[in-house]
């Protein structure tokens, strides 16, 4: 594709993520969701770009992501304050200004692409947090035994674990080896951003693997302990 068409799909990208967006409004919500229905939007529109991201040719399938993640910037950024957004802000920033190098210079598309096989993780994540949103995490207790987690959370839950390791932390590493062992082939600002993307990137990848294991792991943990 030429510059114009790659940023028409790019524009019409985010403006079909967003008509997206729209329809999910008028759908049925979750009861335990209402009170933050815009999220619940968010996580669905989230959601279907995660699952069709490994169906599409290179360069349509950067430019289609760099459009959802400038749809989704800006819905968080008009639904959410920046002390409660700014993290995903960020991260967002970051791979837009990245995928706009790798559209524009039809360079580094390779390495874009891998970067999105943590989309795969992300799938488990989003329906993670529909599970939340919905109130579907725990079943009933009885006046014996306190709420447990419910077989799908359980089964979310792990996966979403085990596809961070594999799609996130490895994806990242394997980022990083390329970049460090390419040094000397890429353009100075192509080092830089790369750099301080893949530096942020993986400081939030920490970040969020500590509260995954937390709230999942830990928690439960400490859980079954007292109950027994």
Known sequence: MDLKSTLLV????ACSFKLLNTIVR??????????????????????????????????????????????????????????????????HS??????????????????????????????FLHIRQLLLLSGQKNRPGTEITAPHPSVTYSVTSWLNLGTFLVFRVCTTGWMIHWLATHSELVPR??????????????????????????ADILTSTDNTGKNH
């Open 10 to 13: 790019t524009g019409g990208s």
């Open 189 to 214: 600002y192509v080092l830089m951003m790369g750099t301080v993307g893949l530096s942020l990137i993986s400081t939030m990848n920490m970040v969020l693997c500590y509260r995954l294991l937390r």
């Open 94 to 123: 970051t791979v837009i200004s990245c995928f706009s190098l790798a559209v524009k210079s039809r360079l580094y598309l390779g390495l874009a692409v891998v970067s999105l096989l943590m989309e795969i993780n992300s799938v």
């Open 26 to 91: 008028f759908l049925p919500t979750p009861e335990p969701a209402h009170k933050k229905a815009w999220k619940w939007r968010n996580i669905i529109t989230s959601l279907v770009h995660s699952s069709l991201t490994g169906a599409w040719a290179v360069l349509w399938l950067v430019a289609v992501s760099t459009g959802y993640f400038i749809n989704d910037f800006l819905d968080l950024a008009l639904n959410q304050s920046i002390r409660q957004s700014w993290e995903v802000l960020l991260h």
